[in-house]
């Protein structure tokens, strides 16, 4: 077994704390290769930031448990070697099971989240409750989930959203004995959160997407006030990417993300973990489409992967900076 803070890491808990206080959110940057990580380390630095280096069962399945680990060591020393020892934790994203949780634990996890939504409540409560008791004996932080969210992300698939019901929140804090709180307030997982019928257009014809149900965000923030809350699906789809892509032979349609506005908005209040990854996602791929189309003679990987890192510590240097407000809290 591997303890976090051998590999420099920190958990959640003092961060989200300040993040609470001083009314902004610590952003959960998704990776899986060394790209993307040089990126959010790079940003972050950067800006001064607290970052929360995020990874999916399908992530750690594509990059090897093992080398994730050192890849999260790695980040830590990186960050030093850019002059700044910002706070990083390694955040399992959308654990399904005990075994999984615990594996990651033994890894040198600083933190994971048990999304046990698509069980029964009771259910939910039992296996979330089983994960923050071997959790919280090793040091590590626990992310629970309390309604469902639409969209795919890897192996999270869920055809309809369900809000989280205000009500069940002090019984699931309190019997489970999580860290923080992911809820369903209307964001969704993938770059395709909105279909067309369900947005507005502006007087320029931009597609402007239902508001997140903040009536619903209130009523939980009263029912355990200053308690750590976590949004999931919170990509802003950025149209440019989506232009670019399609440009160089793309195919991207209808894809319709957060406005940065609402983001801001929830980030002053007690949610104070915001994830991102398929910004991300579409960031690199269209610095790696506009090489390959425009530059059809490149052959070498580090010739369209550096741009692509570039153009991503670009985006997620202007998310801590403008969305989430974490920019100088490191």
């Given at each position: 077994m591997?303890?976090?803070?051998e590999?420099?890491?920190?958990?959640t808990?003092?961060?989200f704390?300040?993040?609470?206080?001083?009314?902004?959110?610590?952003?959960?940057?998704?990776f899986?290769?060394m790209?993307?990580?040089?990126?959010?380390?790079?940003a972050?630095?950067?800006?001064e930031?607290?970052?929360?280096?995020?990874?999916?069962?399908?992530?750690?399945?594509?990059?090897?448990?093992?080398?994730?680990?050192?890849?999260?060591?790695?980040?830590?020393?990186?960050?030093?070697?850019?002059?700044k020892?910002?706070?990083?934790?390694?955040?399992?994203?959308?654990?399904?099971?005990?075994?999984?949780?615990?594996?990651?634990?033994?890894?040198g996890?600083?933190?994971?989240?048990?999304?046990?939504?698509?069980?029964?409540?009771?259910?939910?409560?039992?296996?979330?409750?089983?994960?923050?008791?071997?959790?919280?004996a090793?040091?590590?932080?626990?992310?629970?989930?309390?309604?469902?969210?639409?969209?795919?992300?890897?192996?999270?698939?869920?055809?309809?959203?369900?809000?989280t019901?205000?009500?069940e929140?002090?019984?699931?804090?309190?019997?489970?004995?999580?860290?923080s709180?992911?809820?369903?307030i209307?964001?969704?997982?993938?770059?395709?959160?909105?279909?067309?019928?369900?947005?507005?257009?502006?007087?320029?014809?931009?597609?402007?997407?239902?508001p997140?149900?903040?009536d619903?965000?209130?009523?939980?923030?009263?029912?355990?006030?200053?308690?750590?809350?976590?949004?999931?699906g919170?990509?802003?789809v950025?149209q440019?990417?989506?232009?670019?892509?399609?440009?160089?032979?793309?195919?991207?349609k209808?894809s319709?993300?957060i406005?940065?506005?609402?983001?801001?908005?929830?980030a002053?209040?007690?949610v104070?973990?915001?994830?991102?990854?398929?910004?991300?996602r579409?960031?690199?791929?269209?610095?790696?489409?506009?090489?390959?189309?425009?530059?059809?003679?490149?052959?070498?990987?580090?010739?369209?992967?550096?741009?692509?890192?570039?153009?991503?510590k670009?985006?997620y240097?202007?998310?801590?900076?403008?969305?989430?407000?974490?920019?100088?809290?490191?």
């Amino acid at each position: 077994m591997v303890h976090y803070s051998e590999l420099g890491l920190v958990n959640t808990n003092e961060l989200f704390k300040k993040a609470i206080e001083g009314k902004y959110a610590i952003p959960a940057f998704n990776f899986n290769n060394m790209e993307q990580m040089q990126a959010i380390i790079a940003a972050c630095v950067e800006t001064e930031s607290p970052v929360i280096l995020q990874v999916s069962s399908g992530a750690r399945k594509y990059a090897n448990q093992t080398l994730l680990r050192y890849m999260a060591q790695g980040a830590v020393e990186y960050a030093k070697e850019l002059g700044k020892n910002i706070p990083v934790v390694l955040h399992l994203d959308h654990g399904d099971s005990f075994e999984l949780c615990k594996s990651c634990i033994d890894s040198g996890f600083s933190s994971v989240m048990i999304d046990g939504s698509h069980f029964s409540y009771e259910e939910n409560i039992a296996l979330t409750k089983q994960v923050v008791e071997y959790a919280h004996a090793h040091g590590v932080s626990v992310e629970g989930e309390l309604g469902v969210l639409a969209g795919v992300e890897d192996d999270v698939v869920a055809e309809h959203h369900t809000y989280t019901r205000p009500e069940e929140v002090v019984d699931f804090v309190t019997r489970t004995g999580v860290d923080s709180l992911a809820i369903s307030i209307g964001t969704s997982h993938g770059a395709n959160k909105f279909t067309p019928a369900q947005c507005t257009r502006d007087e320029n014809g931009i597609l402007i997407p239902p508001p997140l149900r903040f009536d619903i965000l209130e009523e939980i923030e009263k029912q355990i006030p200053g308690f750590p809350i976590v949004l999931h699906g919170a990509s802003s789809v950025p149209q440019e990417y989506v232009a670019t892509i399609n440009k160089y032979g793309g195919a991207l349609k209808d894809s319709i993300g957060i406005p940065e506005e609402q983001l801001r908005r929830a980030a002053s209040s007690a949610v104070c973990k915001i994830n991102i990854d398929s910004d991300g996602r579409l960031a690199m791929t269209a610095a790696v489409r506009e090489v390959m189309a425009t530059k059809p003679g490149e052959f070498d990987p580090r010739k369209y992967l550096g741009p692509a890192r570039d153009e991503l510590k670009k985006l997620y240097s202007h998310k801590t900076v403008n969305v989430l407000g974490s920019a100088g809290k490191a």
